[in-house]
């Protein structure tokens, strides 16, 4: 078993939709959780970075983890084709050498 | 955005040859990664450095080598390049000071054929 498993999708919306990427994992050491943004043939680029639990909001994007539930979330409010990419989970451990686990990805198309 | 920089940004070459992936950050991070990635896979781990003169292999099997010689420079090399290196390789480094945030190259898409 993954120890952090995203739904691949591919996820198609209307430009404006509230948008709900999530991962769950199974290590409950994990205390760093981020979220990075991938355009085609470019590298990740960190969206949002959370530490232990709580909502952090930026702008349109908004990132919730819940530690005893095991379950992360990234909200995309009014999203715009220029959301189009996909996007990948990532966490890590305290005194895990900052080695980071990614989820698989999950790719979504905002259609205009 | 972060100064990470990968060349070459694509290489077709033939099977057996020798190649170096190219990776050089100047924001003076200690730590740097490689990873591999594969169509609508996860990133997996290859190598990984904690500074100067100091590697170790990731989580994911790899015929390749790296080395640290400079802090801000971190190559890849395969001695022997075979159709199953047909990958996308992505460089990264991250801050030694908390928040464990990485940040990447625009890799490099690499088809042996």
């Known amino acids: 078993q993954k120890e952090v498993e995203q739904d691949p999708g591919p996820l198609s919306v209307p430009e404006g939709a509230i948008v709900s990427l999530n991962c769950t994992y199974s290590?409950?050491?994990?205390?760093?959780f981020m979220w990075y943004r991938q355009y085609s043939r470019k590298g990740p680029e960190l969206l949002m970075y959370?530490?232990?639990?709580g909502n952090k909001e930026d702008g349109r994007f908004t990132a919730q983890v819940d530690k005893s539930s095991k379950y992360i979330s990234l909200f995309i409010r009014d999203s715009q084709p220029s959301d189009s990419a996909t996007y990948l989970c990532?966490?890590?451990?305290?005194?895990?050498?900052?080695?980071?686990?990614f989820g698989q990805g999950t790719e979504l198309s905002v259609k205009p | 955005e972060a100064d990470i920089y990968q060349t070459p940004r694509y290489l077709v070459i033939g099977t057996g040859k020798k190649i170096t992936l190219e990776c050089s950050q100047t924001?003076?991070?200690?730590?740097m990664y490689w990873y591999q990635q594969d169509p609508g896979m996860e990133l997996h781990l290859i190598h990984y450095?904690?500074?100067?003169?100091?590697?170790e292999k990731g989580d994911l099997s790899s015929e390749s080598t790296v080395s640290r010689i400079r802090t801000e420079h971190f190559p890849l090399t395969l001695e022997s390049a075979r159709p199953s290196h047909t990958s996308q390789y992505l460089c990264?480094?991250?801050?030694?000071?908390?928040?464990?945030?990485?940040?990447f190259g625009p890799g490099t898409r690499l088809l042996v054929l």
């Open positions: 290590n409950s050491a994990f205390q760093y």
């Open positions: 990264a480094s991250s801050d030694p000071v908390g928040r464990e945030t990485q940040y």
């Open positions: 990532a966490m890590s451990a305290i005194n895990q050498g900052g080695k980071l686990i």
């Open positions: 924001m003076g991070h200690d730590k």
């Open positions: 959370t530490y232990s639990s």
């Open positions: 450095s904690y500074g100067v003169n100091s590697t």
